[in-house]
């Protein structure tokens, strides 16, 4: 699940790397 971070602004790369680690916990 990555989107290239480089291109995005930082509150999406924060909401990115939030959603990342909320979906490995529930695996």
Not at 6 to 12: D, E
Not at 13 to 23: G, K, R, T
């Amino acid at each position: 699940m990555s989107f290239g971070s480089n291109a995005l602004p930082p509150s999406i790369q924060d909401l990115i790397s939030l959603i990342e680690a909320v979906s490995k916990c529930m695996i």
